[in-house]
C-alpha cells in the first residue's frame, strides 16, 4: 500500500496482560522502525529491521518487548505481562532505505490498566 | 549515548512571521530528522539531512555539522504550521540509534 498501516488503533490491556500491535510497512520499503511516545512526550526508538533482519535494537526493553518482520505478514511488536508504564503509543514507520524519509504510520494507542 | 537539546520548549508567533527552531547533539552523528507532530498526533517527516541544507516549500532546515547544531526554519507561517516540532539524530561511526529531542511546540496566531 501508500501509507504506513498500524493495528488496531487502540488496545486497552489489564496489567500483565500480553498486548501484540502491528505494522504493515508501505510495498517497497525494506526498513521499517518502532517508536513509543509516553503521554504526548518525548519519542523513543525501540527497533528497526532491515527486510525480516533486526537492524539496531539497542532502544528495546530486554525482558517484555519481542518484535518481529516475516516475510509476507504485517510486522509485529509484542509486548508480554504489560505495565502500567507501557501505556504510551506506539508509532512505525517505514524507508525505502536507510538514509530516506521514513513514513509513519497513524499509531496504536496502548492503555494499560 | 547522544543528548539532543531543543530550543525553544514553546514558542508562540504571529502569522506571516519567520520561525527558528533549533537543535544540539553532543555526539557527532551520521543524519538528523527533523520530525512534524500534528495536534491530533499524527507524525510527518519533515528532512533528514547529513549535510548543509535542505528546501521543501516554506521549510528550510540547515545543520552544521561541526557545531553539532541544526536549525529548522518556516518562512511565512501559518497557523496551520502549529504543531510539535521534534529533532531526532542517527549516532555515527557505524551506530544506527536514534536519539530525540523533546520536541517544540509551535503555535502561529492568525
Known amino acids: 500500500g501508500e501509507e504506513v498501516a498500524q493495528t488496531p488503533k487502540h488496545l486497552v490491556r489489564g496489567e500483565g496482560q500480553k498486548a501484540k500491535l502491528y505494522c504493515a510497512p508501505i510495498?517497497?520499503?525494506?526498513?521499517v522502525f518502532w517508536y513509543q511516545q509516553v503521554l504526548k512526550n518525548e519519542f523513543k526508538f525501540l527497533i528497526s529491521?532491515?527486510?525480516?533482519?533486526?537492524?539496531?535494537e539497542t532502544g528495546m526493553p530486554k525482558e517484555r518487548f519481542s518484535a518481529k518482520c516475516l516475510p509476507n505478514s504485517p510486522c509485529s511488536l509484542e509486548i508480554q505481562a504489560t505495565k502500567l508504564e507501557d501505556s504510551a503509543v506506539y508509532f512505525c514507520?517505514?524507508?525505502?532505505?536507510?538514509?530516506?524519509?521514513?513514513?509513519f504510520g497513524p499509531g496504536t494507542r496502548l492503555l494499560v490498566l | 549515548k547522544n543528548e539532543v537539546e531543543q530550543s525553544p520548549q514553546n514558542l508562540t508567533a504571529q502569522e506571516g512571521e519567520f520561525i527558528t527552531i533549533n537543535c544540539s547533539y553532543s555526539?557527532?552523528?551520521?543524519?538528523l530528522h527533523w520530525l512534524q507532530q500534528h495536534p491530533g498526533g499524527g507524525i510527518v517527516s519533515l528532512f533528514m539531512?547529513?549535510?548543509g541544507k535542505k528546501k521543501h516549500g516554506r521549510l528550510i532546515a540547515t545543520i552544521n555539522i561541526q557545531e553539532k547544531h541544526s536549525s529548522l526554519h518556516i518562512t511565512a507561517s501559518h497557523p496551520r504550521d502549529s504543531a510539535v516540532y521534534i529533532c531526532?539524530?542517527?549516532?555515527?561511526?557505524?551506530?544506527?540509534?536514534?536519539?530525540f529531542g523533546k520536541g517544540t511546540k509551535l503555535s502561529v496566531i492568525p
Open positions: 531526532g539524530v542517527h549516532s555515527g561511526a557505524g551506530s544506527y540509534q536514534l536519539t
Open positions: 510495498k517497497g520499503h525494506s526498513y
Open positions: 529491521f532491515q527486510n525480516e533482519n533486526v537492524f539496531d
Open positions: 539531512l547529513s549535510s
Open positions: 555526539v557527532g552523528i551520521s543524519a
Open positions: 514507520a517505514s524507508s525505502r532505505v536507510f538514509t530516506e524519509t521514513q513514513y
